[in-house]
Every structure is written in structure tokens, then in C-alpha cells.
């Protein structure tokens, strides 16, 4: 039996958690069984198939190093982590290619777009003047803003009615849109809070904030339980594929 199998792209610190880390737990919330679930990380890639897998999670962690969109890093409060940078934008590649759901959080929405060739606010307290406070000081899983959907075809739209109230945990931010992606979601200040494939494709949904620490509201745990849907979907084509190999 080929069992569904999903990449969750992670820090190495992330990934020592296992099955504590608030990304497993929220996606065993939302209805995935821990045999189904693989933290990855830079050590990983020498052996990783992504042929094996039905989907991937790009999670949050450390800044995209500035070189990557043409940028010489500007402030001591950016902290890079080229390995893993290097890791997931091959990994990306492989899992688009291979026309994969994508979901990414935080970093790996930031991460995504630069990958498509867009930009990044290197400090919004620097390179901008937010008006509101996108790095909360209160807990993780405490909202501190509401987002606002701007696309009623997203799936994004289709997951939340109208907006929703998100907490905060990043000094960074999208500047420039990536090729192939469009916002569907902004907070109330203007800064881009989600985005999703702009053309034909499965799946590809990123968001700014961190609903694994929210897991716990339902409208949260359904962006979980819209991923593994469309992981399911992914598998079950793969497994089809399998079993038409085997006939043969």
C-alpha cells in the first residue's frame, strides 16, 4: 500500500521537536496521521525524493538571505541560514515541477516569493513605518490584527469569510510581488499577508502569519485541512499510478 507522505520543510531546531513541533500538531489536528508526516531539513537532501511525497509545508525559521533578490544584507537583526535558503528553493523547484500542493508559513511565504523572483522588506520597523505592531510581544497563539481577503475566487476566500483576526510574529515582509503569484490577503496597513499561484496550478496557498500556533480556532485549522485535502488528491493520483505500474 503507498502510504501519503508530506514534506514539512523545517528548521533543524524545528525538526529535534518531532512530533511536538506545532506544525505536526496542527496538521495531526486537522486529520493527518504522524506516519504521514516528514520534517525535512538541509542534512535531508542528499536522499530526499520528492517523488515519495504528496505535498509540502514550507514553515517559518530564519530570514532569506538578501543575496537571493539581489540585495546586500542591510541590517544586524537579519539572520540567514544560506544552507537551508539553498535547500528549500531546490526543493520548491522539485515540488513545482512535480505540480505538488504547497502551503507556506511565515519565513516560507517569503521564501516562496523570492523564489518567483520577488522582493522582501529586510526590516519593516527600517524600511517602512507599519502602523501596526507585526512582531507581538504577547503569546504565539494570542491574535493581535485582522487580515482582509482580496480575492473572492482564492482559496484562501473560500477557507475564511471576508477576514480574520492573525497574530504576528515577523519583521519581514513582501515588498515586490513575485512573477506568478497574486496577494489575497492584507492587513489593515497594507502589507501583503497572503498570496497564491496566480495561473493553473493544484494548490500553492502562503501565508504571512503562523496558524499552527492557532490551530485551536476552527477557521485556522481549516487552511490544515484544505492542504491535506488537496495532498490527499495528490496521493491518490500517485497511487493510482502504482498500482497501473504493478498491473503492467
Known amino acids: 500500500m503507498v502510504l501519503m507522505k508530506i514534506a514539512l520543510s523545517v528548521a533543524e531546531k524545528e525538526k529535534a521537536k518531532g512530533a511536538d513541533s506545532p506544525y505536526f500538531k496542527a496538521l495531526v489536528a486537522a486529520g493527518a496521521s504522524s506516519e504521514e508526516l516528514e520534517p525535512v531539513s538541509p542534512p535531508d537532501s542528499r536522499h530526499l525524493r520528492l517523488d515519495d511525497f504528496d505535498g509540502v509545508l514550507f514553515a517559518g525559521g530564519e530570514d532569506v538571505d538578501p543575496a537571493f533578490y539581489g540585495e546586500e544584507k542591510r541590517y544586524d537583526n537579519v539572520n540567514v541560514n544560506r544552507a537551508r535558503d539553498e535547500f528549500e528553493m531546490l526543493l520548491l523547484e522539485r515540488a513545482l515541477d512535480r505540480r505538488l500542493p504547497i502551503l507556506g508559513i511565515c519565513r516560507g511565504t517569503q521564501m516562496i516569493n523570492?523564489?518567483?523572483?520577488?522582493?522582501?522588506?529586510?526590516?519593516?520597523?527600517s524600511d517602512t513605518t507599519p502602523e501596526l505592531e507585526h512582531k507581538q510581544r504577547g503569546s504565539?497563539?494570542?491574535?493581535?490584527?485582522?487580515?482582509?481577503?482580496?480575492?473572492?475566487?482564492?482559496?484562501?476566500a473560500k477557507t475564511f469569510q471576508g477576514s480574520c483576526r492573525v497574530n504576528s510574529l515577523h519583521h519581514q515582509a513582501i515588498k515586490r510581488l513575485g512573477h506568478g503569484l497574486k496577494v489575497t490577503a492584507h492587513s489593515e496597513d497594507g502589507l501583503v499577508e497572503a498570496v497564491e499561484a496566480a495561473e493553473d496550478y493544484p494548490f500553492l496557498m502562503a501565508v504571512q502569519w503562523h496558524p499552527e500556533e492557532l490551530a485551536d480556532l476552527?477557521?485556522?485549522?481549516?487552511?490544515?485541512?484544505?492542504?491535506l485535502l488537496k495532498c490527499r488528491e495528490a496521493w491518490s493520483r500517485r497511487a493510482g499510478?502504482?498500482?497501473?505500474?504493478?498491473?503492467?
Open 241 to 248: 499510478r502504482a498500482g497501473q505500474g504493478q498491473r503492467a
Open 218 to 227: 476552527p477557521e485556522q485549522r481549516k487552511l490544515f485541512e484544505k492542504f
Open 114 to 125: 523570492v523564489k518567483f523572483g520577488g522582493t522582501l522588506y529586510q526590516d519593516l520597523a
Open 140 to 156: 504565539r497563539s494570542e491574535t493581535t490584527h485582522a487580515v482582509t481577503l482580496t480575492d473572492p475566487d482564492s482559496d484562501l
